[in-house]
């Protein structure tokens, strides 16, 4: 937003390449920090896994995969969340828009605090309530939306999967999904069948990987059973942490099957792009300390960047180009407004250079290039070119023109409108979508659920000084009851012991909170990246 801006000129970003020389981190020049990466890169040939992260523009992602499996290596995405390949399958079609939902329509929002997660879509939402839409809330607790939904659906910590079933039988009428279904769905199910548009945006709070997948499929399944798949202002929105992070389904990342950890174990070089799994759990940092040879790619000295062999400096998204492709697969292009700072380069170029050290082809003397090649293999990007991203057409309320009365000192949108690649249903791709069995829910008296907040402690919020005072506190979100029982006061210190951490922090009393729930923002410098079982003690 128009605040969290400051991050880009601050003066903590890398701003030269270091390389590691007797144990210590030093800086470098651009030819010898790619050199000693790309002979680390290449030695490792089928050995090497590189990681990358919704951070990363189009044309980044495009070139870290290309480079990692060109070297014989595995590409992963940096992501706990799935069903990237099912939105691009159900998304929404082409021509589609929010903004015209209203009366006869339906929204589905899941497992997502949306006023924290994406405040537009939740004003968008809201909007269309407000003209007539219904809305259907599922989530483990209470949130913003409650006040406008006419159903809610509430379900235990982590138990979102068997409530989506639930819907998903009303609509369908599966006997295998009997052991899922109960009455008080019927009213929202039917509000779905009738609908004649559906949205449905799904989160990942207090879900793992595996659940997550069963929430989106449930989705997926619900938008076919319906019949809205393919349809204009009918589609699948997954509500990602990052701003790119369907853009990196789309260029072909995916998660790494089973557990990060796993696959990072034992690898002989580790390419790590806009990622700080250090900062995650111990596990990744053991996982990473494993490993024989490691390359960062970052903006920032993080927890990463102190086990690493080469960092490799990045320039910030406002000192260059290239596309992002949001949640509703609009495919928008960015231009640089300020110079790079120091020594910095775009990802992509930093990758491109490596990928010549190397040895291998890529062709990329600017960012229009490689997304003019990524456009030839993507789905629905065939034949985009920033120049079709750069088309303006008039816009409303008219922003920038000689009245100020609607737009102040705003400027006219010259940069372009973007371009929607739809989804495959709308193309008449109906691939049946199986709905999977949910997993088993994670065991213990207390669960951690990490949170997503708007004004976190992440390095891009933080920076901001308009920020800082409305930065989240560090605290963790309990049911009052729960506080009863534990003896204490809002606001008394708990211990909290999971994955190997222990840390201290005050807990909070929050009514909408589920009793064993310990709700844990994310970037507040604790390691609350998945749900876990938590000991949680009072304090002496």
């Avoid at 021509?95 to 899941?110: C, F, T």
């Avoid at 406002?318 to 596309?323: A, H, K, S, W, Y």
């Avoid at 949640?327 to 292009?333: D, I, P, S, T």
Wanted: charged share 20%.
């Amino acid at each position: 937003g128009r605040f969290a801006h400051h991050f880009a000129t601050s003066p903590e970003r890398l701003q030269a390449p270091l390389v590691r020389r007797d144990g210590a981190l030093v800086e470098s020049t651009w030819p010898e920090a790619i050199a000693k990466a790309a002979e680390g890169l290449k030695g490792a040939a089928e050995g090497l896994v590189g990681v990358a992260s919704g951070r990363l523009s189009n044309e980044d992602l495009a070139a870290f995969r290309r480079l990692v499996e060109e070297l014989g290596g595995q590409a992963h995405l940096y992501e706990e969340m799935a069903g990237g390949d099912l939105v691009q399958q159900v998304g929404l079609a082409r021509g589609s828009n929010l903004g015209s939902l209203g009366q006869g329509d339906a929204i589905v929002v899941i497992a997502s605090e949306l006023y924290e997660e994406a405040p537009i879509w939740w004003l968008r939402v809201i909007q269309a309530v407000k003209r007539g839409a219904t809305l259907v809330v599922l989530n483990a607790r209470s949130t913003r939306l409650d006040g406008y939904a006419k159903y809610i659906l509430r379900h235990e910590t982590g138990a979102a999967a068997a409530t989506v079933l639930g819907l998903l039988q009303g609509v369908s009428g599966e006997k295998s999904l009997q052991a899922y279904a109960k009455d008080e769905f019927a009213p929202a199910a039917k509000a779905l069948k009738d609908a004649e548009h559906l949205v449905i945006f799904y989160g990942g709070e207090g879900l793992d990987r595996e659940a997550s997948a069963a929430v989106a499929r449930a989705c997926a399944r619900i938008l076919q059973e319906t019949g809205h798949a393919g349809k204009v202002n009918s589609g699948l929105i997954a509500v990602w942490p990052r701003a790119n992070t369907q853009g990196a389904w789309d260029m072909g990342l995916r998660p790494a099957e089973g557990s990060l950890p796993s696959a990072l174990e034992g690898a002989k070089a580790l390419y790590l792009a806009g990622v700080d799994p250090a900062a995650d759990s111990p596990e990744l940092v053991k996982a990473i300390e494993s490993a024989g040879f490691v390359v960062v790619q970052e903006l920032f000295h993080t927890a990463t960047t102190e086990l690493a062999d080469v960092v490799l400096p990045a320039s910030s998204f406002v000192e260059r180009d290239g596309t992002f492709t949001s949640g509703e697969r609009r495919v928008q292009r960015f231009f640089p407004a300020i110079s790079p700072m120091g020594r910095t380069k775009p990802d992509w170029a930093i990758t491109a250079d490596l990928a010549t050290a190397v040895g291998v082809s890529m062709e990329a003397r600017n960012a229009a290039e490689i997304f003019m090649s990524l456009a030839r293999q993507a789905p629905g990007y065939e034949g985009l070119t920033y120049q079709d991203l750069a088309q303006t057409a008039p816009q409303w309320p008219p922003v920038g023109e000689a009245d100020l009365y609607f737009g102040g000192t705003a400027f006219k949108n010259r940069q372009g409108l973007g371009v929607s690649v739809g989804c495959a249903a709308e193309a008449g791709q109906l691939t049946p979508i199986e709905w999977l069995e949910p997993g088993t829910p994670i065991g213990g008296e207390w669960l951690l659920v990490p949170i997503t907040v708007l004004y976190d402690h992440g390095r891009t919020v933080s920076a901001s000084d308009v920020l800082r005072p409305r930065l989240a506190a560090k605290a963790v979100r309990m049911n009052p009851e729960d506080l009863g029982q534990l003896g204490l006061d809002p606001g008394s210190e708990v211990e909290l012991r999971w994955n190997g951490h222990t840390h201290r922090l005050p807990a909070l009393a929050e009514e909408g909170v589920p009793r064993g729930a310990v709700l844990l923002p994310r970037s507040l410098g604790f390691p609350a990246h998945t749900p876990a079982a938590v000991d949680v003690r009072k304090v002496s």
